[in-house]
């Protein structure tokens, strides 16, 4: 049996792929300077590289997952994150999720060594 896989012609003109690579190459090997590099207002409370890379995430499955009375936004997770002690967080994802839809799950957590108490959970 013979498969035939189906091929296009490139768009591009063999002499523009060959100045595309050339200038590619070129950038690549150009070493850029970031150090002034300034950030727009906007972007200014979001983490940088550096810490991000330190963040510890960790991959959990939900365990169960139902939504929060007097709330209209959060949803109560219970979490097994391979450590043998559930985990219990809360998440303002009610708007786009229903809690039937995530229990079982696979999912990741930002994990932070401090604990805080939200609304009496």
């Keep these: 049996?013979?498969?035939?896989?189906?091929?296009?012609?490139?768009?591009?003109p063999t002499r523009s792929r060959q100045a595309f690579r050339k200038q590619r190459t070129l950038l690549l090997k150009k070493k850029i300077d970031f150090s002034k590099v300034k950030v727009e207002p906007l972007f200014e409370e979001y983490v940088d590289f550096e810490t991000f890379s330190k963040s510890d995430f960790r991959a959990v499955k939900v365990n169960e997952c139902v939504a929060v009375p007097k709330s209209k936004?959060?949803?109560?997770?219970?979490?097994?994150?391979?450590?043998?002690?559930?985990r219990t967080i809360l998440s303002g994802i009610h708007a786009y999720y229903e809690p039937e839809e995530l229990v079982g799950k696979d999912a990741y957590r930002y994990h932070k060594s401090s604990t805080e108490s939200y609304d009496g959970h």
């Design 73 to 86: 936004k959060l949803l109560q997770f219970t979490l097994d994150d391979g450590t043998g002690t559930d």
């Design 1 to 12: 049996m013979v498969a035939f896989v189906p091929t296009m012609k490139s768009l591009i």
